[in-house]
Nanobody, 122 residues
Framework: VQLQASGGGLVQAGDSLRLSCAAA????????MGWFRQVPGKEREFAAA????????DYADSVKGRFTISRANTLNTVYLQMNSLKPEDTAIYYC????????????????WGQGTQVTVSS
């Protein structure tokens, strides 16, 4: 599975962005999907995850109430809607796919995209 993340950019605090993660190579309809983020010099951290069916979602406390993860299995795509962005949301955002089960831990994911930069200015 190849994952391509897009939609990042430079925005001001309070603005919104929608990230997309397009999958190629096979269907991701049976995979749990996650969004993670990383700041240089720090470990990659969990942001949001969604089950294969889309019925189960989980968010890091730092983004809860501001970010929404969703998926369109017919398009083989996962989204991350980010509202009320803060400077501390600045990071490279990665999407990832997990073949089976559920996890919010980066090492548990099997496939990774290349990342998209999100920069939020104050």
């Amino acid at each position: 599975v190849q994952l391509q993340a897009s939609g990042g950019g430079l925005v001001q605090a309070g603005d919104s962005l929608r990230l997309s993660c397009a999958a190629a190579g096979r269907s991701i309809s049976t995979y749990a999907m996650g969004w993670f983020r990383q700041v240089p010099g720090k470990e990659r951290e969990f942001a949001a995850a969604i089950s294969a069916s889309g019925h189960i979602k989980d968010y890091a406390d730092s983004v809860k109430g501001r970010f929404t993860i969703s998926r369109a299995n017919t398009l083989n795509t996962v989204y991350l809607q980010m509202n009320s962005l803060k400077p501390e949301d600045t990071a490279i955002y990665y999407c990832a796919a997990k073949r089976s089960g559920w996890s919010t831990s980066p090492p548990a994911y099997d496939y990774w995209g290349q990342g998209t930069q999100v920069t939020v200015s104050s």
